[in-house]
Nanobody
Framework: VQLVESGGGLVQAGGSLRLSCAAS????????MGWFRQAPGKEREFVAA????????YYADSVKGRFTISRDNAKNTVYLQQNSLKPEDTAVYYC???????????????????WGQGTQVTVSS
């Protein structure tokens, strides 16, 4: 399984970014997908997750209303649209795939067995 994130960068507060995660080596359409982030000195935290069909979506309270997760099973890609970015959103963002994650509950790191290398998002004030 290979997950490759892209789309990170430096943006001013209030700006937008769209992260992408291209997946290969798996039957993408049966995997739950998630985005997590890790800031320096902090633990990796949940951001958003989507079930295999896209029918169930969860967001962390800190990003609800600002971020949108979506997936295109034909392209083996999951996206994270980030709007109204804040300096506290600065982190490395990781894409994750979980075969057994059904989208029926709020996920944790343990629900995802495959991870990408991450993409840096830096929001300046």
């Amino acid at each position: 399984v290979q997950l490759v994130e892209s789309g990170g960068g430096l943006v001013q507060a209030g700006g937008s970014l769209r992260l992408s995660c291209a997946a290969s080596g798996l039957t993408f359409g049966i995997y739950g997908m998630g985005w997590f982030r890790q800031a320096p000195g902090k633990e990796r935290e949940f951001v958003a997750a989507i079930s295999w069909s896209g029918g169930r979506i969860y967001y962390a309270d800190s990003v609800k209303g600002r971020f949108t997760i979506s997936r295109d099973n034909a392209k083996n890609t999951v996206y994270l649209q980030q709007n109204s970015l804040k300096p506290e959103d600065t982190a490395v963002y990781y894409c994750a795939a979980g075969l057994n994650y059904s989208g029926r509950y709020y996920p944790t790191v343990a629900d995802f067995g495959s991870w990408g290398q991450g993409t840096q998002v830096t929001v300046s004030s």
